[in-house]
Structures are given as structure tokens and as C-alpha cells.
């Protein structure tokens, strides 16, 4: 009923970058907060940003300053913005809204080679 489309992954070379995007759809009457997740193998996902409807913001320590989150209410979309990538930044990054329902979508693989 509700579908998340993500768009946007890559491979990249260190300090280059790319723009992840979320298009929500489906039986949607209110998104909370929107956000991205990651996992790198062999590890946990992890909370990279996050942004509320009001559109306060949340980023993990290890991208701050780097990645940007925005997001278009009218339009159910989220996106993030990664510059200054790193190799340890190379993970499967999942798009996540909270309606209060969490929904996830299917991961785009962002890989960057040093």
C-alpha cells in the first residue's frame, strides 16, 4: 500500500559525490519524519539523517558537514544530498519514512572507491 522509490546510487571516486531520492507513494495521509539509513557489511544499519515535517534536521556525527538532507512535503519526497564522499561511507542506503508506521524502501547501493 505504501511504496518507497529510491533513485540516485553509484559508484564515485573519495571526495566526489551524488544525490539520493526518495519518492513515497500509496495510502499516505501524513509522513512524520523522513530519513535515510545505511548498512555497510558486516555491520549495523545505522541513522545517517533525518528530517522532521517541520523540517528540522538530524545527521550522524560521521557526516556532518558533508551530507545534506531536504525534503518536498507536497510532493512525499526526501533527498540527500553526499559530498566529500569517503570509502567508508560505501553501504546500502535505505530511504525511511514514519507515519507513525515505519516503512523502508528497497536500498540503493552507494559505493566509493579511494
Known amino acids: 500500500q505504501v511504496q518507497l522509490v529510491e533513485s540516485g546510487g553509484g559508484l564515485v571516486q573519495a571526495g566526489g559525490s551524488l544525490r539520493l531520492s526518495c519518492a513515497a507513494s500509496?495510502?499516505?495521509?501524513?509522513?512524520?519524519?523522513m530519513g535515510w539509513y545505511r548498512q555497510a557489511p558486516g555491520k549495523q544499519r545505522e541513522l545517517v539523517a533525518l528530517?522532521?515535517?517541520?523540517?528540522?534536521?538530524y545527521y550522524a556525527d560521521s557526516v556532518k558537514g558533508r551530507f545534506t538532507i531536504s525534503r518536498d512535503n507536497a510532493k512525499n519526497t526526501v533527498s540527500l544530498q553526499m559530498a566529500s564522499l569517503k570509502p567508508e561511507d560505501t553501504a546500502v542506503y535505505y530511504c525511511?519514512?514514519?507515519?507513525?508506521?515505519?516503512?523502508w524502501g528497497q536500498g540503493t547501493q552507494v559505493t566509493v572507491s579511494s
Open positions: 528530517i522532521t515535517r517541520g523540517l528540522s534536521t
Open positions: 525511511w519514512i514514519e507515519t507513525p508506521t515505519n516503512y
Open positions: 500509496g495510502r499516505i495521509f501524513n509522513i512524520n519524519n
